[in-house]
């Protein structure tokens, strides 16, 4: 199944707002309804595909089927952009500026291999395409020349299971539930379920370092990773051939996180581990933020950890998004101060010990016990948020996240300045916003950061969310923050991104980039600047 076209997931999921809610973003932030409705599929306006009768003939060659080659314009639609709230506002505004000439949909390492000499040959770029959930320009390429897009979803299967090394190669295109239901066929799970779980794929959680919302227990995408297959315009690059190694430089860190720019990872190695006994997520009050966030701290620096951790501020609390299916369906919450999150997975043993102990730090960092209910609304609504996202823009309001990290003692500082420039830009340019964070991922020396923004959209909603952005991300680098700690740099961040690596880090990727990929074919613009 596709992803709704101009917006995410499931279309029969879609929800609108309650009339509390509306009433609220009408009085609180002076939403209103839009002027205009969505454009509809059938009234876009498509381009004819510039794709030369030549390079269709040698990519046809090559995929072996018109179905592995489309050139429709439904398919090209929907291949364009990512989900981000700007991409979602042009392409329902009929903006196909950045669609593809053509989707390729290849069935093996093979056949990746050649379509990339094709598009070597005809100077044609190429997108590697997952599950098409990027939220940072990752799939717009910079428009020098015709690109196609390349669909991995053939590329689905699970390739190899080790139970005694608790290995798996995982293909690409593999979304991660398909995945989670392969290895659980086996008593194994992959742990990895972040809010686009329900849609992306194994190739983009490798790519754009994917960070699961049950990270405190199983880890960041890239910390399971073991072994990676790369294929290039120059050949293949196979590495990870132990769990650690001190034969030089880990050249699995290179392909990690590279979006797409040194090419397409056709396999993926993994660490799995056995299928949880039990599972209990549980709700924790603070009384502010700052309180809150000493006590991740503690449990994420002397344990025990839990599976899940995570902690919104006072506003995301009260307005009640750490439970999005909740929202506006008893009022909002009466008692304030902060709510934590914490979840427990594995055997009855160790989940009973875990939960114990760090119920006992919990308290004494000034924690109030509320219960499971908080625990089990957000296991159950986790996956909705971007489904809120789209009713808020059907309703005329105006939101988007962004993220970031750094360590725990310049958590305040960030925390303060990203908020603060966020609520200036916006309310400068007279739609004061809402502003909400909490806390993600916690590790021993840091956290993860990610924020919400609703406000009203202004007349050009994508022009006007422009300088909020900028802001922030200035905020961040200032605050001692990283661009992004698990959503990507794509085109969106890399301004910053440059800055963050300095020229000497750019220019080696820079070379890397040049020896795997000479003529630029791959993503070009994203990650890195063209030269």
Request: proline share 7%; glycine share 10%.
């Amino acid at each position: 199944m596709d992803m709704l076209w101009s917006g995410w997931g499931d279309p029969a999921r879609a929800t609108p707002l309650p009339d509390t809610v509306i009433g609220l973003l009408r009085d609180m932030l002076g939403v209103k309804p839009r002027s205009a409705e969505p454009v509809t599929l059938d009234e876009i306006a498509v381009p004819e595909s510039p794709l030369d009768p030549s390079v269709h003939r040698a990519l046809l060659a090559v995929v072996g089927d018109e179905e592995h080659l489309r050139t429709d314009a439904e398919s090209r639609v929907r291949h364009t952009r990512g989900k981000s709230t700007p991409d979602l506002l042009r392409i329902r505004e009929g903006d196909m500026s950045d669609v593809p000439a053509a989707v390729v949909l290849p069935g093996g390492h093979d056949e990746v291999l050649a379509v990339l000499r094709v598009c070597a040959d005809h100077d044609l770029a190429l997108v590697p395409f997952g599950g098409g959930t990027s939220v940072v320009g990752g799939l717009a390429p910079e428009r020098r020349r015709p690109f196609v897009a390349l669909d991995l979803r053939r590329m689905n299967g699970l390739l190899d299971l080790d139970p005694i090394s608790r290995t798996a190669t995982l293909q690409p295109g593999l979304r991660a539930p398909h995945a989670e239901a392969l290895l659980h066929d086996h008593g194994f799970t992959l742990g990895h379920f972040p809010q686009s779980y329900e849609w992306a794929t194994i190739g983009g959680f490798a790519a754009a370092r994917s960070s699961g919302q049950a990270s405190a227990g199983y880890g960041r995408f890239d910390e399971m990773v073991l072994g990676l297959t790369l294929a290039t315009p120059e050949g293949t690059l196979e590495v990870g051939r132990a769990p650690r190694s001190a034969a030089g430089p880990d050249l699995r860190q290179l392909v990690l996180g590279s979006e797409g720019a040194f090419g397409v990872i056709t396999s993926v190695t993994v660490r799995i581990r056995p299928v949880p006994q039990t599972r209990v997520y549980e709700g924790w009050r603070f009384d502010s933020f700052e309180e809150g966030a000493a006590a991740l701290r503690r449990l994420a620096q002397d344990g025990p950890r839990p599976t899940v951790l995570r902690l919104s501020d006072e506003t995301e609390t009260l307005i009640g998004l750490a439970q999005p299916d909740a929202i506006g369906a008893s009022g909002l919450p009466q008692s304030a101060g902060c709510l934590a999150i914490a979840g427990y997975e594995g055997t009855e043993e160790d989940t009973t010990y875990r939960r114990e102990q760090a119920a006992a730090v919990l308290r004494d960092c000034g924690g109030t016990y509320l219960g499971e209910e908080p625990g089990e609304r957000w296991a159950h609504g986790r996956y909705s948020a971007p489904y809120l996202r789209d009713a808020l823009l059907d309703a005329g309001a105006f939101a988007e996240t962004l993220e970031t990290a750094t360590f725990w003692s310049r958590l305040p500082a960030l925390y303060a300045s990203v908020r603060n420039a966020l609520t200036i830009a916006l309310t400068d340019a007279g739609t004061p916003p809402l502003v909400m964070c909490h806390i993600s991922h916690v590790y021993e020396n840091g956290a993860s950061l990610y924020f919400t923004v609703v406000s009203a959209q202004g007349d050009d909603p994508v022009a006007h969310w422009a300088p909020a952005k900028h802001a922030a991300g200035e905020a961040i680098l200032a605050a001692g923050g990283t661009i992004s700690h698990h959503h990507g740099v794509g085109t969106d961040h890399r301004e910053w991104y440059v800055r963050e690596a300095g020229p000497l880090g750019i220019g080696a990727l820079q070379a890397v980039k040049r020896r795997l990929d000479p003529t630029g074919l791959l993503n070009p613009g994203v990650l890195l600047p063209t030269d």
